[in-house]
Nanobody
Framework: QGQVMEYGGGSVQPGGSLSLSCVASRSIDNFSEMNWYRQFPGKQRELVAGIMSGGSINYADSVKGRFTISRDNAQNTIYLQMNALKPEDTAVYYC?????????????WGQGTQVTVSS
């Protein structure tokens, strides 16, 4: 089984940009999906962006055109580039990856990283 760890986050003014990265402890070549979630206080986690193993990408409507998810298999890393940030993007962002090993699906979550958008 593997682990994932997020890097990046922090504070930025509205309209600014931040980049998050998530490094897996093992090759992501065969991971079935790689996602970024976020969680607002008192709310459940919501999907922000995801990449499926076949290459398809999806985004939450609220971030389309502003956020970009990408992957670097050689670095076992996925990224989330966040542009034109808004105060309502303030949340804890989580990396999530899923893989199947010997017929069993494993799900890995990072520890979360805070993103704060405020003037």
């Amino acid at each position: 089984q593997g682990q994932v760890m997020e890097y990046g986050g922090g504070s930025v003014q509205p309209g600014g940009s931040l980049s998050l990265s998530c490094v897996a402890s093992r090759s992501i070549d065969n991971f079935s999906e790689m996602n970024w979630y976020r969680q607002f206080p008192g709310k459940q986690r919501e999907l922000v962006a995801g990449i499926m193993s076949g290459g398809s990408i999806n985004y939450a409507d609220s971030v389309k055109g502003r956020f970009t998810i990408s992957r670097d298999n050689a670095q076992n890393t996925i990224y989330l580039q966040m542009n034109a940030l808004k105060p309502e993007d303030t949340a804890v962002y989580y990396c999530h990856m899923r893989e199947s090993l010997a017929g069993t699906m494993y799900s890995y979550w990072g520890q979360g990283t805070q993103v704060t958008v405020s003037s």
